[in-house]
């Protein structure tokens, strides 16, 4: 089993930066990639941004290409999502999740409680 705790949700302007940690806790070894989703009210989860655990390669969803940033820290167990010039479309519940293999559509072996990100025009 795997643990994920989110943090570092909040308000902010559009056009400003903020920055999500996801902390994991249990059998990293068994983890191939992390990622975040988000879900909007009224819409289905969609993927965000992936990274390969071991290899550190990422994937980002066009809507956040050039905007968001994926990083990890091995050491730490962490999983960080750096976004910045946001817009208020970006507005949604951020989800950490960890999968033991790449993930397939919104679906995901391990799931965060989520972090809400709320963007004000």
């Known amino acids: 089993q795997v643990q994920l705790v989110e943090s570092g949700g909040g308000l902010v302007q559009a056009g400003g930066s903020r920055r999500l940690s996801c902390a994991a806790s249990?059998?990293?070894?068994?983890?191939?990639?992390m990622g975040w989703f988000r879900q909007a009210r009224g819409k289905e989860r969609e993927f965000v941004a992936g990274i390969r655990w071991s290899g550190g390669s990422t994937t980002y969803a066009d809507s956040v290409k050039g905007r968001f940033t994926i990083s990890r820290d091995n050491a730490k167990n962490t999983v960080y999502l750096q976004m910045n010039s946001l817009k208020p479309e970006d507005t949604a519940a951020y989800y950490c999740?960890?999968?033991?293999?790449?993930?397939?559509?919104?679906?995901?072996?391990?799931w965060g409680q989520g972090t809400q990100v709320t963007v004000s025009a």
């Open positions: 249990g059998r990293m070894s068994s983890i191939y990639a």
């Open positions: 999740a960890a999968d033991r293999s790449w993930f397939n559509g919104a679906k995901s072996d391990y």
